[in-house]
């Protein structure tokens, strides 16, 4: 299982959708798309990094090759691919308990979509449909999505404030320094590792330890024995 | 455009994998593919550390599709679940039907930065000079793959593969990957300041911050900062 990569999670689900109510599922979409206003929801949730559905029609699998055999579907199908922070549980219950009105309707026309309320059955059905990845990249496993955007705001104060390091007292100084720390206190914070930053992070840690662990044995085997002080 | 939201761009790419057994392995094309991409997690980084402007990706294979054939909460089902006077011939036809891919496809969906237009060509373009080597191992089976000779040629072909985002959500932030890794390089750097600084009078703390400042040169993008795919702090 490579879904881990640092602090976030990558999760893949595809669903059924009727080909003849594509359509409305679009439109859906796309009226969230205009009005940003509808998405209030999923920006409460600040665990995630990105988020993405895409509809492909049922004619509409990628085609590359005149001896690829073409697809000969009854459904279309829903992709959504996230990247979120926090364990599986946590993330699918954040979006039932945050906004399960628009979890419904971005689903809605999915094949035996259970609703998101109740969560059992939702789990099931998430669960069913969801696709474990082979490869994941972060380009910062240290950083949780909080992380990059509080780091944004950390950079931007620290410029601005060493544009008047030099003016005043000492005093002066730090009296701004302390309004610059008292100002970022919500964004400031070391980073460390989650205990499996990824599955290759990991791989490579336990060949470390393991070359460490077999030198440590050959130097033990080939150490000069001491003589007596007889 | 569904696949840009400010100057991030939702890449993803439904790629065919050929039919067929690659000799002397006896094991699938498809199979060949996954065993690559998860060969990459073995090695000290990921190849995608080295294409730039990359946030998140993931590859995967998908090899079929899945329909849930429980019984579900969707208006036409339920509907039929419910009336007794429906034969059972229309009541079965209500069930979801069962749909098979002919191909396996390799699926590569890609967070990036691509500016306010998603300029995915030219991140397409840096992949392959950066990976052209890793490229060939995670698409090598594909069908179509075999006219890819070059940056351009990669371009066109990922173009046949690749599929509109209907939403894409932003929920970190859409600056260029080096400004993001320096800001959490900075984050990291004047986090540890402020607490090692804590108490000191007012002409130490001003030296201290000085040399500090110097040290971590905030308007300098490329050094020092973190490196993408950092895993230690």
């Known amino acids: 299982m490579f879904n881990i990569a640092g602090k976030s999670y990558a999760m893949n689900v595809i669903t059924p959708v009727r080909w003849y109510l594509t359509w409305l599922n679009k439109l859906i979409?796309?009226?969230?798309?205009?009005?940003?206003?509808?998405?209030?929801?999923?920006?409460?949730?600040?665990?995630?990094?990105?988020?993405?559905?895409?509809?492909?029609?049922?004619?509409?699998?990628?085609?590359?090759?005149?001896?690829?055999?073409?697809?000969?579907?009854?459904?279309?199908?829903?992709?959504?691919?996230?990247?979120?922070?926090?364990?599986?549980?946590?993330?699918?219950?954040?979006f039932t308990f945050a906004i399960p009105g628009g979890l419904d309707m971005f689903w809605k026309w999915n094949v035996r979509y259970s609703k998101s309320v109740a969560l059992t059955p939702f789990h099931r059905y998430i669960q069913y449909n969801q696709i474990e990845t082979q490869h994941y990249y972060n380009a910062y496993p240290l950083a949780a999505s909080n992380d990059v955007k509080s780091a944004k705001t950390v950079k931007a104060a620290l410029i601005a404030f060493?544009?008047?390091?030099?003016?005043?007292?000492?005093a002066e100084f730090m009296q701004r320094y302390n309004t610059l720390l008292r100002g970022l206190q919500h964004d400031l914070g070391d980073m460390y590792p989650t205990p499996i930053v990824s599955m290759s992070a990991y791989q490579v840690e336990r060949r470390h330890r393991r070359a460490e662990r077999a030198l440590q044995t050959s130097r033990a085997q080939h150490a000069p024995i001491k003589q007596g002080s007889q | 455009m569904g696949s840009i939201s400010?100057?991030?761009?939702?890449?993803?790419?439904?790629?065919?994998?050929?039919?067929?057994?690659?000799?002397?392995?006896?094991i699938a094309y498809s199979d060949k593919v996954r065993d690559n991409l998860q060969n990459w997690n073995i090695l000290p980084n990921s190849p995608m550390a080295q294409v730039p402007q990359t946030y998140l990706c993931r590859y995967f294979v998908l090899d079929d599709v899945y329909t849930e054939s429980l019984s579900g909460g969707s208006a036409p089902d339920t509907l039929n679940d419910w009336l007794p006077v429906v034969p059972d011939s229309i009541r079965r036809s209500a069930m979801p039907?069962?749909?098979?891919?002919?191909?396996s496809y390799l699926v590569f969906s890609c967070n990036l930065h691509g500016g306010p237009k998603g300029d995915v060509d030219s991140y397409l373009r840096g992949m392959w000079n950066a990976i052209s080597g890793p490229i060939r191992e995670a698409w090598g089976y594909c069908y179509g793959f075999d006219q890819v000779t070059d940056a351009a040629s990669f371009v066109t072909y990922m173009h046949k593969c690749m599929l509109p985002a209907t939403l894409f959500f932003v929920g970190s932030n859409d600056d260029p990957l080096p400004e993001q890794l320096k800001a959490l390089y900075l984050k990291q750097e004047f986090s540890r300041f402020a607490v090692a600084n804590q108490g000191l009078d007012a002409a130490t703390l001003r030296a201290n911050y000085k040399s500090f400042i110097q040290r971590v040169a905030p308007n300098a993008l490329s050094f020092p900062t973190w490196e993408p795919g950092k895993y230690q702090p």
């Not at chain 1, 005149?66 to 219950?93: A, C, H, I, T």
């Not at chain 2, 400010?6 to 006896?26: S, W």
Request: hydrophobic share 40%; glycine share 6%; proline share 5%.
């Open chain 1, 29 to 94: 979409f796309w009226v969230a798309l205009k009005m940003p206003s509808t998405l209030k929801g999923l920006i409460t949730l600040s665990l995630i990094h990105y988020a993405r559905w895409v509809i492909i029609g049922k004619n509409q699998f990628p085609h590359v090759s005149p001896d690829q055999p073409r697809e000969k579907l009854k459904y279309s199908y829903m992709l959504f691919f996230s990247n979120f922070n926090g364990s599986w549980d946590q993330y699918v219950d954040s």
């Open chain 2, 97 to 103: 039907a069962h749909d098979r891919l002919q191909s």
């Open chain 2, 6 to 26: 400010g100057n991030a761009y939702a890449l993803t790419a439904l790629c065919p994998i050929r039919k067929g057994i690659v000799v002397g392995e006896e």
């Open chain 1, 162 to 170: 060493d544009q008047t390091a030099d003016l005043g007292t000492d």
